[in-house]
């Protein structure tokens, strides 16, 4: 079973930026897919950002332009670059693999507030 820890989350204010990491106990590399989803209280999971075995990535609308997935092969972790935060962006944020199976985090907080 893979172990994904995430880390990073916390309170910020609307236009501040953030910067999640997920350490995985597997080489990033060897993952089909990588990516982040999120969820709020009362709403759907919703996939932020994902990035493929080839470097592909690609991005949820409400994103686009405001965040970047990337991966470090040396460190083993998976990273969200986020910017221009905003109080929709509050959620839970889960971190997820795939190999033989999906694997997934515990998740950590961001809150976007004044």
């Known amino acids: 079973q893979v172990q994904l820890v995430e880390s990073g989350g916390g309170l910020v204010q609307p236009g501040g930026s953030l910067r999640l990491s997920c350490a995985a106990s597997g080489s990033v590399l060897s993952f089909i897919n990588m990516g982040w989803f999120r969820q709020a209280p009362g709403k759907q999971r919703e996939l932020v950002a994902h990035i493929t075995a080839g470097g592909g990535t690609d991005y949820g609308d409400s994103v686009k332009g405001r965040f970047i997935i990337s991966r470090d092969s040396a460190k083993n972790t998976l990273s969200l670059q986020m910017k221009s935060l905003k109080p929709e962006d509050t959620a839970t944020y889960y971190c997820?693999?795939?190999?033989?199976?999906?694997?997934w985090g515990r998740g950590t907080q961001v809150t976007v507030s004044s």
């Open positions: 997820f693999a795939d190999g033989l199976r999906r694997d």
